[in-house]
Nanobody, 124 residues
Framework: QVQLVESGGGLVQAGGSLRLSCAAS????????MGWFRQAPGKERDFVAA????????YYADSVKGRFTISRDNAKNTAFLQMNSLQAEDTAVYYCASAYFNRNLDSLREYSYWGQGTRVTVSS
């Protein structure tokens, strides 16, 4: 079992930045792939970014490439999502998730554990 708690969301103006954190507890964090997803009102939950267990591989949705950076600190059992140049379209609840197998990390189905989400609102 893995427990995930997101933090760092809030209200920011367009063009601004936020850094989301995902603190993990429970089973060994370092062995899991980690991902960030987001869900806007009335829409499905979409892939944003993912990182392999070692941090050696990262993946991004086209909509956030060049603006968002995913990272992890296995010593602190924490994953991060640095979000720069935020746009109104980035407004959503952001969820972190962990995947037991480090494969297909852009697929929601691969993730077994989810946090409760943190809300990001970008004002234009």
């Amino acid at each position: 079992q893995v427990q995930l708690v997101e933090s760092g969301g809030g209200l920011v103006q367009a063009g601004g930045s936020l850094r989301l954190s995902c603190a993990a507890s429970g089973r060994t964090f370092s062995g899991y792939g980690m991902g960030w997803f987001r869900q806007a009102p009335g829409k499905e939950r979409d892939f944003v970014a993912a990182i392999s267990w070692s941090g050696g591989r990262t993946y991004y949705a086209d909509s956030v490439k060049g603006r968002f950076t995913i990272s992890r600190d296995n010593a602190k059992n924490t994953a991060f999502l640095q979000m720069n140049s935020l746009q109104a379209e980035d407004t959503a609840v952001y969820y972190c998730a962990s995947a037991y197998f480090n494969r297909n990390l852009d697929s929601l189905r691969e993730y077994s554990y989810w946090g409760q989400g943190t809300r990001v609102t970008v004002s234009s």
